[in-house]
Nanobody
Framework: QVPLVESGGGLVHTGDSLRLSCLGS????????MAWFRQAPGKEREFVAS????????FYADSVKDRFSISRDNAKTTVYLQMSTLKPEDTAVYYC??????????????????????WGQGTQVTVSS
């Protein structure tokens, strides 16, 4: 089991920004595809963003494109999700996920929760109107 620990969630207002962090571990991190998913109450887990192992390629859900940015620092075994212009509909538990070893990296694969082998416990983000 590869532990993933998310942090940075909280209660913010509409239009605010927030940065989530996900701390991974081990040498596998730098050769893993990493992603963020979220799950709102009563809804299925949905894809937010993913990033290739070296950080050169990213994918985003349409609902967050141009507002969220995923990045990674392999030296710190950390992946980030910078969220800006937050909306009440962004309220959810945000999960970090790791695909190791990565089999491929295209939108159809990277946006599917079943592609990921390891998951964090999640961090709550609440956006008030």
């Amino acid at each position: 089991q590869v532990p993933l620990v998310e942090s940075g969630g909280g209660l913010v207002h509409t239009g605010d920004s927030l940065r989530l962090s996900c701390l991974g571990s081990g040498r596998a991190f730098s050769t893993s595809v990493m992603a963020w998913f979220r799950q709102a109450p009563g809804k299925e887990r949905e894809f937010v963003a993913s990033i290739s192992w070296r950080g050169g390629n990213t994918f985003y859900a349409d609902s967050v494109k141009d507002r969220f940015s995923i990045s990674r620092d392999n030296a710190k075994t950390t992946v980030y999700l910078q969220m800006s212009t937050l909306k009440p509909e962004d309220t959810a538990v945000y999960y970090c996920a790791q695909d190791y070893p990565p089999r491929r990296f295209d939108y159809g694969y990277a946006s599917n929760p079943s592609a990921y082998d390891y998951w964090g416990q999640g961090t709550q983000v609440t956006v008030s109107s």
